[in-house]
C-alpha cells in the first residue's frame, strides 16, 4: 500500500507559539491530501482539503488564517498551527490521495499528536 | 440526519466468532466505499474498499454492498483479539476525492 508519512509524532509547546505539522507521500505522488483532527473518543474530524499548487478548501468552522495549509508540491502538505492554544491540543492526521486508481482511496499519515501548554 | 451512519458500540464478540459492522450513508450518488480500522492512539489504515454490489472477499475480512438499500457492512470471520480497534466507514462519490467518515464502530474481541 501507499505509504504516508508525518512530522512530528508528537509535539508539546507553549500557548502562543506556532507548530507546523510536515505530511510526505513516500511512494506517490498525491494530488489532493486532506487534513483532519480527532479529539480523544471522537469521530475523524476533516478541516481541509488541499490540493498541489492551489488553494485548501477549508470545512465550515475551520479558521483558515489559524491553521494554513500549504502544498507546495505533489509530495509535501504542511499545516501550521499558528499561535496555538490548549483547546488546539489534538491529534492532527494527514491523508494523501492520488488522482490515479478508482475511488480514490485515502492513504493516513500515522499523526501528529499536539499538546499545547 | 448524518452522511454516515455506523452504530458506535461497543460491539463484543468472542474470539472465533463473526464480527458484523454495519454502515448506512444518506447520499443515494455515492460510488465508493472503504473499511478503515483504527486502533486506539493510532491513525486510520484501510482494511477494504468496495464499488459494486455484492461481496467482497479479503482474507478473514468480507465487505459487503447494496445501493438500493444505501447499506454497507463489513464482516470478520475467525475474530481475534488483535481485531480489536474502531471500524469506520468511508463513502465518496465516483473519481471525486471528497469522502465522508461514519463516527465508527467499536469492536471488542474477548479470548
Known amino acids: 500500500g501507499a505509504v504516508v508519512s508525518q512530522h512530528p509524532s508528537r509535539v508539546i509547546c507553549k500557548s502562543g507559539t506556532s507548530v507546523k505539522i510536515e505530511c510526505r507521500s513516500l511512494?506517490?505522488?498525491?494530488?489532493?491530501m486532506f487534513w483532519y483532527r480527532q479529539f480523544p473518543k471522537k469521530s475523524l474530524m476533516l478541516m481541509a482539503t488541499?490540493?498541489?499548487?492551489?488553494?485548501?478548501?477549508?470545512e465550515q468552522g475551520v479558521e483558515k488564517d489559524k491553521f494554513l495549509i500549504n502544498h507546495a508540491s505533489l509530495t509535501l502538505s504542511t499545516l501550521t498551527v499558528t499561535s496555538a492554544h490548549p483547546e488546539d491540543s489534538s491529534f492532527y492526521i494527514c491523508?494523501?490521495?492520488?488522482?490515479?486508481?478508482?475511488?480514490?482511496?485515502?492513504?493516513f499519515g500515522p499523526g501528529t499528536r499536539l499538546t499545547v501548554l | 440526519q448524518k452522511e454516515v451512519e455506523q452504530n458506535s458500540g461497543p460491539l463484543s464478540v468472542p474470539e472465533g466468532a463473526i464480527a458484523s459492522l454495519n454502515c448506512t450513508y444518506s447520499?443515494?450518488?455515492?460510488?465508493?466505499f472503504f473499511w478503515y480500522r483504527q486502533y486506539s492512539g493510532k491513525s486510520p489504515e484501510l482494511i477494504m474498499s468496495?464499488?459494486?454490489?455484492g461481496d467482497k472477499e479479503d482474507g478473514r475480512f468480507t465487505a459487503q454492498l447494496n445501493k438500493a438499500s444505501q447499506y454497507v457492512s463489513l464482516l470478520i470471520r475467525d475474530s481475534q483479539p488483535s481485531d480489536s480497534a474502531t471500524y469506520l466507514c468511508?463513502?465518496?462519490?465516483?473519481?471525486?476525492?471528497?469522502?465522508?467518515f461514519g463516527a465508527g464502530t467499536r469492536l471488542t474481541v474477548k479470548p
Open positions: 511512494d506517490f505522488q498525491a494530488t489532493t
Open positions: 488541499s490540493n498541489e499548487g492551489s488553494k485548501a478548501t477549508y
Open positions: 468496495i464499488y459494486s454490489n
Open positions: 491523508s494523501a490521495s492520488s488522482s490515479g486508481g478508482r475511488g480514490n482511496e485515502q492513504f
Open positions: 447520499d443515494r450518488g455515492s460510488q465508493s
Open positions: 468511508a463513502v465518496s462519490p465516483y473519481n471525486n476525492n471528497d469522502m465522508r
